[in-house]
């Protein structure tokens, strides 16, 4: 299977709140760094993060950028704070090893 597709199958799983299958795309030492925020370290501590911050949340990929075992997502991010809707633009860099996801950096403005 191919980066694009792998990134594609992960970023639905997420996206549809399947986090058991989206955890089956990264490797056990994932690393997912919310760059000025938290960074998460293995299965385990990113599935905590993503079923717990990514429920409600929609986000549409607006671009990929592709090169070896990188790949760049470019969108849009809508989540409610306080009862609040927000959108924010959002950048990750999402990192391949052995056909699995094994690092993201994610930056939201």
């Given amino acids: 299977?191919?980066?694009?597709?792998?990134?594609?199958?992960?970023?639905?799983?997420?996206?549809?709140g399947n986090y058991d299958k989206f955890i089956s795309y990264c490797?056990?030492?994932?690393k997912w760094e919310s760059v000025g925020e938290e960074?998460?370290?293995?299965?385990?501590?990113?599935?905590?993060y993503?079923?717990?911050?990514?429920?409600?949340?929609?986000?549409?990929?607006?671009k990929t950028i592709e090169a070896k075992n990188e790949l760049v997502e470019l969108?849009?991010?809508?989540?409610?704070?306080?009862?609040v809707s927000k959108k924010s633009s959002y950048c990750d860099i999402w990192n391949f090893k052995d056909g699995?996801?094994?690092?993201?950096?994610?930056?939201?403005i």
């Fill in 1 to 16: 299977m191919k980066n694009l597709d792998i990134f594609l199958e992960a970023n639905q799983a997420l996206a549809n």
């Fill in 27 to 30: 490797t056990e030492d994932i």
């Fill in 39 to 48: 960074t998460f370290y293995g299965k385990q501590e990113l599935f905590r």
């Fill in 50 to 62: 993503v079923s717990s911050t990514y429920k409600g949340l929609m986000f549409t990929t607006e």
């Fill in 75 to 83: 969108g849009q991010i809508t989540f409610k704070f306080n009862g």
């Fill in 100 to 108: 699995l996801v094994s690092r993201v950096t994610s930056f939201v």
